[in-house]
């Protein structure tokens, strides 16, 4: 009953999705951009739910504090401490390689404010753990949730962002402004 509310509210919404969202695939990791305000977080719970994702997500450890902590952790969030990045990506990959199923979800701008580069965690998590990255596009300017095919790390971490870069143009985020790569150039309009 809950996940067709859900997508109900999906629907209402006026967000629809294209691609697949891979089911099959045991482990893997979803790279969210762009991630640009705190509706991302609704849509995506609206997702998890409303189609039968098996997913986690990554966030601040601020948000897992009293009284949200409950909450957050039966979301599936997993808090991280932004100031110890390698120490994140060697836990991260540890859990991952102790679980027969495992996906969880990250937004690599790591902050809902404007970025010139991303965060890289994910590429060495998904290499490290040698599981898919699969990349979804929260379109706010479309309604638009798209699942790439998943993608396996064989790339450098400079090819990977070369490909993002071209994956995401012309993405917009809810706070236009905010969107990884805007303004867009004269030629990717």
């Not at 110890?84 to 937004?107: L, M, P, Q, Y």
């Not at 701008?109 to 965690?121: A, H, Q």
């Not at 599981?131 to 309604?143: A, H, S």
Request: charged share 25%; net charge positive; hydrophobic share 45%.
């Amino acid at each position: 009953m809950f996940g067709w509310f859900c997508r109900f509210l999906f629907k209402i919404w006026g967000w629809k999705i294209q691609g697949e969202i891979p089911h099959h695939l045991a482990k893997k990791l979803y790279v969210v951009i762009p991630h640009t305000s705190n509706w991302d977080f609704p849509l995506g719970i609206l997702l998890k739910f409303g189609f039968k994702m098996e997913v986690g997500f990554i966030a601040k450890s601020s948000l897992f504090k009293w009284p949200y902590a409950w909450f957050f952790r039966a979301l599936g969030g997993i808090p991280v401490d932004r100031k110890k990045a390698h120490g994140f990506i060697d836990s991260v990959v540890n859990v991952i390689k102790s679980r027969e199923r495992f996906t969880t979800s990250i937004a690599p701008e790591g902050t809902r404010s404007k970025v010139k580069k991303l965060k890289t965690g994910f590429y060495h998590i998904a290499r490290l753990a040698e599981i898919p990255l699969v990349y979804v596009k929260f379109d706010w300017g479309n309604k638009v949730v798209d699942f790439a095919p998943p993608r396996e790390v064989y790339a450098t971490l400079e090819e990977e962002l070369d490909f993002i870069s071209k994956h995401f143009k012309n993405t917009v985020g809810k706070v236009p402004a905010n969107t990884f790569g805007y303004p867009f150039n004269k030629e990717s309009v």
